[in-house]
């Protein structure tokens, strides 16, 4: 869900302007408090960096959110910002995530929870028993866990009371790995959770009392670790402990009738669900409450394309096996320790199928271990699901007939929570993706990277890569080759996505199998861990989810320049070397690669870049020696990238010169009186390694005005200085075009050149 806020359009026109470094991105470390409510609006503050004029927020959970009113100074800080979210009543409990956007990109998502208990916060004054935190019931309490310490809250209950201690801490995102202890007011331990099955390495735990009186909670981390990004939320009265709902999955667009999973589950009721027809990430949040609680619980349930089945009992022998109908999948439960089910289905000779397990990914704490059998009980194949995946089992079936799958837990445990879904699909060939990241920030009309990996199944052709929601990107180096696993794409944002704006994407490949078109979606399960703290089945509708946002335009990182201003290519010697120079910015020292454009055929450009940690490269061009006299331009195109961002820089109309390979000047010291004498000096450019004597005579001298006869240049010299005479009677004026005819020999060959004119005035004496 996309809003938009008051600062965007004044923050794009600020923004517009290079920088002088590249932009800091916002970031979000947690959120005050932890939770919003359903039914009502909730002030929610990102507490983080850079968040001063956000220009949109995005969330996973819809509603309204806006800019919070009447806060002084709210969308100006740059540590926080205040946002009124307002939720419809009946959406359920949940974990779903937000993330902020500025002029300078977008954040990284935060986990967020939609909880229907009122909030209270730890008051940091709690950290013995003496001074524990008074809770009234229900509540939930945002803490944060400081390092070799406790939280102690105090609760007052009666005899027979039963309440139910949830604490979400690694499902937030958070670092913290949470125990929790009830204790009577001696300190003696009457209950204790820690890793609870389905919840990660969270905890939550259901006592009843056994007597009137004041009661404590603690709460620390198991490693006796914490800090500022150590948070929690505690949950805290009369709900169930829900771990999955039952069955685990309805068809998408119908209704169905579920049940709870999980602990003190007895007094809630089934609830019925509207299941979407294309629900976000193919899963849809479940809220269970007692009829006369105060406060939910919830449960996730899958929205399938695939026929349901529902498991009956007795199926713990082969002998009573349910019928599993192929394709299809099925939900169960083992409600008692060394529950197993068996699922009886026919096949033809030559048929794939796949059969996979989903338990923990759920919520469940079910460790699934699946076994394959022929009718006669010959077992064809084995998995379990014990680890970080959950197992399948992929088997082509060599002959017709029945077969049987035996479902049971791995550790034999048995009971209300212990709930299972499998799925059995044909064999498909194809391939998943992954991508690196879970948001990129983009300089306006600059480029992101992300490099996008395959894993094939049975298809090793092209992969072509697309970007959903890319409306205005242009991507580039989009396909996975034939044979290969990975790929770099290229995406460059527009220039008309100008800085403030922002976007949800997501990478797709597609490609043609057989005569079938086959399509998947990326997921970056592995970058949602990291920064979810290592949280092993981060919310499904996130996965593969990624933020763009458009930052300020890149700053400039490289100049370059032609030290010689005009290059000069001499006839006869046919070579000429100039020198290219580049004034390297904001922190860049890598290698500029170097071209020249424009050149004609018969000339040839030898290039090599500019080196990383160099300032300048020399470049030489060759041509034939029968060159024709005459001045043309050309371009030296300098690329490079500097933080991913391109560069391309552009040197045009650089004049080139065909000249003669002898070039000569004269410099006079200016106007001269009749009768007086003139110094003049005479310079030699010489090409070609040519070193012989020169010789000088003048031209369109005024009358009376004479030149050494038999003047040189000599041999191995470069300029001489000469002294010109005027007669008493010499032409008083100025003549614009006097020159000097020089003689040599270059490679063998004579050369006569002319200099540029110079011009001599006389005066009168």
Known sequence: MIWRTPFALALVAACLTPIAAP????????????AVAPGKATDITLRGAALAAPTGVWSSFGGQIEVAPGIEGNGTKPDQVTYRVTLPADIAPQVGAIRVATGQGISSLRLVMIDDLPTVTDNGQNKSVETAQELTLPVAVDGASEAESFDFYKLNAHAGQRISIEVFARRLGFPLDPVVRVLNSSGKELAY???EGGSGADCRLTHQFDADGAYLIEVRDIRYQGGGG????????????????????????????????????????????????????????????????????FGTLVASQASEQIEFEPNDAAEQSSILSLPGAISGRFLAAKDRDFYQFDVAAGQRWVFAGRTRQLGSPTDLYLRLYKADGALLAE??????????????????????????????????????????TPYQPGFSLSVEGDKFDVPQGGVLVAKVTATRFDYNGPITLSLENGDGIALANNVIPEGKNEVVIQATAGAGLEPGHWRTVAVVGHAKIGEKDFSARAENTAALKGLFSGFPYPPEPLVGSLGIGVGPVFPDFFKLSVAEGAIRLPQLVGTATFTVKAEKLNGFNDAIALSIEGLPPEITADVKPI?????EQQ??????ATLVEGEMRIRLVGTAAHQNQPKRVVLDQIPLRVSPPLVVT???????????????????????GAAEAIALEWKNLPLGVTAPTGATIPAGQNEVDLELATAANSMVGAVENVLVVASTKVQGRDIVVESSPAKLEVTMP
């Open 23 to 34: 932009a800091q991105p916002p970031s979000i470390g947690y959120t005050d408090p932890l």
């Open 193 to 195: 959770s820690d890793d």
């Open 230 to 297: 150590h948070r929690y939320r505690m949950r805290v009265g009369d709900f169930p402990l829900v771990t999955t709902p039952v069955p685990l999955a309805a068809r998408q667009g119908t209704t169905a009738l579920v049940s709870a999973a999980g602990q003190a589950i007895e007094r809630a009721p089934r609830v019925a669900v509207n299941v979407p027809s294309v629900p976000p990430g193919g899963q849809v949040a479940v809220g269970f409450r007692y009829p006369d609680g105060a406060g939910s619980s």
């Open 383 to 424: 998995v379990d699901d014990n680890g970080a995946d959950e197992g399948q089992i992929n088997h082509t079936f060599a002959e017709a007939g029945t077969y049987r799958l035996m479902v049971e837990d791995l550790h034999h445990r048995g009971g209300a929570d212990q709930s299972y879904r499998i799925e059995a």
């Open 611 to 615: 080196e990383k940690d160099k300032a």
């Open 619 to 624: 470049i030489t061009l060759k041509g034939p």
């Open 666 to 688: 004269v410099e006079l010291s200016g106007a001269v009186k009749a009768g007086d004498k003139l110094k003049a000096k005479v310079r030699a450019v010489r090409d070609g």
